[in-house]
């Protein structure tokens, strides 16, 4: 029931959309004509969202939303980014959700059987919600030990107690590169080839150790501390955001792997540090 568009991953699709959504924002504020048309647009970029059911992007990035709102005050993007999810569950989510319901039974039941006017069913009408609630189901929590996010948090946690200090080395756990070529430590811990993180915290930790780890930090405080001297306004804000998303969304995805995000996160950052640009509200 996914969307996974180009990327080939929901989760990646969905880091794209929200960062579009964000921006289209200020297309929005920014233009005197064609307002109509980006509104529109923002119910689409909504709409395909919520069908990429990632639970840990809408998380990640309505806390981000929350933050920018409350830090700027903004009523009208509240109001813009209110209507475009409403209209976007309502005009979007629910027609297509629909319609692939009843494609799947058109393609499950023999045409003399088939009755007209059927609903879909109740598991996809509430496809969405049962994402949310499931998060913490005994069912979820079972699996994400026995081979989920938990496995992986447990795993890495018994690895980093042989390796505190420097890890095991980059590339040696639940990245991209260990996909394609496999870890040397997998077969000591019995971890299988195929095993990706999902969590950026604890791969930084197994791989680097705590030198890494308060490298990475120090990295984090030293560009807060940049972007909120640079003085650029709303443009500092929205960077701020993008980086409070990231620190959320590593929880659930290896997301400096993300080019998605690094593209659009360190091209603000990029703004922002440029001593000699200030761009206007």
Not at 91 to 102: D, G, N, R, T
Not at 115 to 124: F, M
């Amino acid at each position: 029931m996914r969307i996974y568009g180009a990327p080939a991953n929901p989760n990646v699709f969905a880091l794209f959309l929200s960062i579009q959504l964000f921006l289209s924002f200020f297309l929005y504020q920014s233009l005197k004509k064609y307002k109509s048309i980006v509104f529109l647009a923002s119910i689409l970029l909504s709409g395909t969202l919520l069908l990429t059911y990632s639970r840990g992007t809408m998380i990640a990035f309505g806390f981000a939303a929350l933050v920018f709102i409350i830090w700027t005050r903004n009523k009208p993007f509240l109001k813009y980014a209110a209507g475009a999810l409403v209209l976007g569950l309502l005009l979007i989510y629910y027609p297509v959700l629909f319609a692939s319901s009843k494609v799947e039974v058109s393609a499950s039941v023999p045409m003399e059987n088939m009755v007209i006017g059927s609903t879909p069913t109740s598991e996809h009408e509430h496809a969405l919600s049962n994402r949310f609630s499931e998060m913490f189901s005994d069912k979820t929590l079972h699996q994400s030990t026995e081979w989920g996010r938990l496995y992986v948090l447990i795993k890495g946690i018994e690895i980093f107690k042989d390796h505190p200090i420097i890890g095991t080395g980059m590339a040696t756990f639940g990245d991209s590169a260990t996909l394609t070529f496999s870890s040397p430590i997998y077969q000591e811990y019995q971890i299988g080839e195929r095993m990706y993180s999902d969590n950026q915290y604890i791969q930084i930790l197994v791989q680097t150790g705590v030198l890494g780890f308060l490298a990475v930090l120090a990295f984090i405080l030293f560009t807060y501390r940049k972007i909120i001297k640079s003085g650029n306004g709303t443009l500092t804000v929205f960077t701020i955001c993008l980086m409070l998303a990231a620190l959320l969304a590593g929880l659930f995805y290896n997301i400096l792997e993300d080019k998605t995000f690094t593209l659009f996160f360190y091209s603000c950052l990029g703004f922002c540090i440029q001593k000699d640009i200030i761009l206007k509200d």
